[in-house]
């Protein structure tokens, strides 16, 4: 089985930031992207950005220029970076990834979530 388990939520006021880190474990042969995702309260869950095993980076809109997402593959870690924060980014943060235990069995295992309250 793998695992991520995530770190860093709280409550900051506006224009302050965060920093989420998500660690996997378990039997993980290689990891493709990893991801978080944010559900506020009464929405649906979103991805917010994304990050391949060669680095490359996609971003929702809404936090393009204020969040920044980086990994370490040797460490199985990714980590969030949350500057300018906005009290619209209120939401439980969620890691996910796609693990491969073998060469040719994959997974998508989600993190437990850490909420993230900015007020304003």
């Known amino acids: 089985q793998v695992q991520l388990v995530e770190s860093g939520g709280g409550l900051v006021q506006a224009g302050g930031s965060l920093r989420l880190s998500c660690a996997a474990s378990?039997?993980?042969?290689?990891?493709?992207?990893m991801a978080w995702y944010r559900q506020p309260p009464g929405k649906q869950r979103e991805l917010v950005a994304r990050?391949?095993?060669?680095?490359?980076?996609d971003y929702v809109d809404s936090v393009k220029g204020r969040f920044t997402l980086s990994r370490d593959n040797a460490k199985n870690t990714v980590s969030l970076q949350m500057n300018s924060l906005k009290p619209e980014d209120t939401a439980v943060y969620y890691c996910?990834?796609?693990?491969?235990?073998?060469?040719?069995?994959?997974?998508?295992?989600w993190g437990q979530g850490t909420q993230v309250t900015v007020s304003s």
């Open positions: 996910n990834a796609d693990v491969y235990t073998s060469a040719y069995t994959n997974m998508y295992p």
């Open positions: 378990g039997r993980i042969f290689r990891i493709n992207f």
């Open positions: 990050i391949t095993s060669g680095g490359d980076t």
